[in-house]
């Protein structure tokens, strides 16, 4: 079955401890991104992928970090985390860059900051 | 800068009622279009998109939205809703100018009363 995974689903955690979550996605697709839900403010792009080994900063990209070092993977790293990072974070793909494919998302990762 | 406006946060309507949810945007050249849905605890799914040609697309679910260039709008609407429709619906648009990125609305809310 085509799909983005995510994990964990959900995590709790205190501010200043490292953690990762990480997006798989088996459909091939060369585009990955990352956004950020919050209420009132709809969804905002984190970081993105073009492909392996290309990365950009989305519209929010303080506090986080990404890498690409295989087609299929995309992790979001937060390595301070802190309490304004509290926030439902989705990972999505595409075949190929945002502006003419439809962009295919993951379950969610529901974070919350201590 | 690109923005995406949702001018409706939470809508309420009765179950065989028409919909009409709106969207504007900010962008001067050639946009590509997209409606996505997220019901209750589920990740996102395209509705519908355009792209380019005939201005009304019809989408799953029998949704459509109508591209007016003039209005710089593209409204979602569906003749007789559902209780199954409850769920949050974001606008999003990506300007060709910057193909790797897409600016989603701040969602509109929208509960069914059976």
């Known amino acids: 079955e085509a799909q983005v995974t995510q994990n964990p689903r959900y995590l709790i955690t205190v501010t200043g401890k490292k953690l990762t979550v990480t997006c798989s996605q088996n459909?091939?697709?060369?585009?990955m991104s990352w956004y950020r839900q919050d209420p009132g403010l709809g969804l905002r792009q984190i970081y993105y992928s073009m492909n392996v080994e290309v990365t950009d900063k989305g519209d929010v990209p303080e506090g986080y970090k990404v890498s690409r070092k295989e087609k299929r993977n995309f992790p979001l790293i937060l390595e301070s985390p802190s309490p304004n990072q509290t926030s439902l974070y989705f990972c999505?793909?595409?075949?190929?860059?945002?502006?003419?494919?439809?962009?295919?998302f993951g379950p969610g990762t529901r974070l919350t900051v201590t | 800068a690109q923005s995406v406006s949702q001018h409706n946060h939470h809508v309420i309507l009765s179950e065989a009622a028409s919909l009409e949810l709106g969207c504007n945007y900010s962008?001067?050249?050639?946009?590509?279009l997209f409606w996505y849905v997220q019901y209750p605890g589920q990740h996102l799914q395209l509705l519908l998109k355009y792209f380019s040609g005939d201005p009304l697309v019809k989408g799953i679910k029998g949704f459509e939205a109508e591209f007016i260039k003039s209005k710089f709008s593209f409204n979602l609407r569906k003749p007789s809703v559902q209780w199954s429709d409850t769920a949050e619906y974001f606008c999003?648009?990506?300007?060709?100018?910057?193909?790797?990125?897409?600016?989603f609305g701040s969602g509109t809310r929208l509960s069914i009363r059976p």
């Open positions: 999003a648009v990506n300007g060709d100018s910057s193909a790797s990125k897409i600016i």
């Open positions: 962008y001067g050249g050639t946009v590509n």
């Open positions: 459909m091939n697709h060369e585009y």
């Open positions: 999505a793909s595409s075949r190929r860059a945002a502006s003419s494919y439809e962009q295919y």
